[in-house]
């Protein structure tokens, strides 16, 4: 099955076999490549590259990317990625993101936005599930986070944090989501919003930062749907037009880019990646249902993690698996 998805022959799966096997670390290597790892989010469709997160460092992949690129709530799970937490950042979604204090629909009656983002980074980034912020910012595995600079109409690929808050702030700017949060969010003295609103996918930032091989994590089914001019990413367009003109028309011409060129690209690379940079996209299987951007039942989450779970070992280990959830203490 994996053959004919992804190829065995992949010159990335190469790599990530070589270092894996070598015991490759950050910042000392024996090879010339520079290999990036892209992590896409969603909202809670973030539990999708969240559980192939899980699966990487399972399966012992987590020392052999150099970068890591992120933006919205791959963020999150890229920096848990970077402390070796992956369980503990997929629990998140299904343990503390699916209850009203995270999203709760019936604020917009209240003039309020749905998403609190207070209670996620004050309750479980410190009190449930602590993040070690202070760890990410001295890592050798350098982490990305796109962030989308309202005034300057651009995306800003951050990677240097001054300090613990610095990150925390970032972290916070990359998830303040279009009409799931009310207005822009403080960055640095900037307005800022949703990393992913003119830069639909991170693999891009890998890219032009001269990765020479990206394994990209894609959170939407490889069959899924995109329709550029949708009632929701027309009210999305109203809404980013009125926090500053033109960003609203810049978030459809970058939607309009990912559908045009880098989903087919994308696909392209499964099995025909070009020489430079040598990408792989790994995305749950044709067939598996979408995990919504505001999911909240518990049986769709942990599906959608099951499905993400057996495709990145199709895809990097040619085999196919059956997943099962597993428990586990957690002090």
């Known amino acids: 099955m994996a053959d004919r998805i992804w190829s065995?022959?992949?010159?990335?799966?190469?790599?990530?076999?070589?270092?894996?096997a070598n015991r490759s670390l950050p910042g000392k290597r024996e090879d010339p490549y520079k290999v990036g790892l892209a992590i896409?989010?969603?909202?809670?469709?973030?539990?999708?590259?969240?559980?192939?997160?899980?699966?990487?460092?399972?399966l012992g992949y987590s020392d052999a990317f150099d970068e890591v690129y992120t933006s919205s709530s791959g963020a999150m799970n890229g920096t848990y990625f970077i402390l070796r937490d992956t369980w503990v950042s997929l629990s998140i979604y299904y343990d503390d993101s699916t209850g009203r204090e995270f999203v709760d629909f019936g604020r917009v009656l209240r003039g309020r936005a749905p998403m609190n983002l207070d209670y996620l980074f004050e309750?479980?980034?410190?009190?449930?599930?602590?993040l070690a912020y202070q760890k990410v910012i001295t890592s050798p595995q350098r982490l990305h986070i796109m962030v989308t600079d309202v005034d300057a109409m651009k995306t800003v690929d951050v990677s240097e944090f001054h300090s613990p808050a610095d990150l925390k702030e970032t972290l916070r700017a990359t998830a303040w989501l279009p009409l799931a949060t009310k207005g822009t969010t403080p960055f640095r003295g900037r307005r800022a919003v949703d990393g992913s609103v003119l830069l639909r996918h991170p693999f891009r930032m890998a890219r032009?930062?001269?990765?020479?091989?990206?394994?990209?994590?894609?959170?939407?089914?490889?069959?899924?749907?995109?329709?550029?001019?949708s009632l929701t990413n027309r009210v999305v367009a109203r809404y980013l037009n009125r926090l500053a003109p033109g960003l609203g028309s810049g978030y459809m011409e970058a939607l309009g880019q990912f559908i045009d060129e880098d989903k087919p690209y994308l696909a392209a690379s499964r099995l025909h990646?070009?020489?430079?940079?040598?990408?792989?996209?790994?995305?749950?299987?044709?067939g598996t249902p979408e995990v919504k951007r505001h999911e909240s039942n518990f049986g769709v989450l942990l599906q959608g993690a099951r499905s993400a779970y057996r495709a990145l070992h199709l895809a990097l280990e040619d085999k196919d698996v059956y997943v099962l959830p597993r428990l586990t203490a957690y002090q």
Do not use: W, Y
Not at 8 to 20: D, N, S, V, Y
Not at 40 to 58: K, Y
Not at 273 to 286: G, I, K, R, T, Y
């Open 123 to 130: 309750d479980v980034f410190i009190g449930r599930k602590p």
């Open 208 to 229: 032009e930062d001269g990765c020479t091989h990206i394994l990209s994590l894609s959170t939407r089914p490889m069959t899924a749907i995109h329709r550029q001019n």
């Open 40 to 58: 896409e989010g969603g909202g809670l469709r973030g539990i999708v590259s969240g559980a192939m997160l899980v699966a990487l460092e399972e």
């Open 273 to 286: 990646p070009e020489a430079d940079p040598a990408v792989l996209d790994v995305a749950p299987m044709p």
């Open 8 to 20: 065995a022959g992949h010159p990335l799966r190469e790599i990530l076999h070589a270092r894996r």
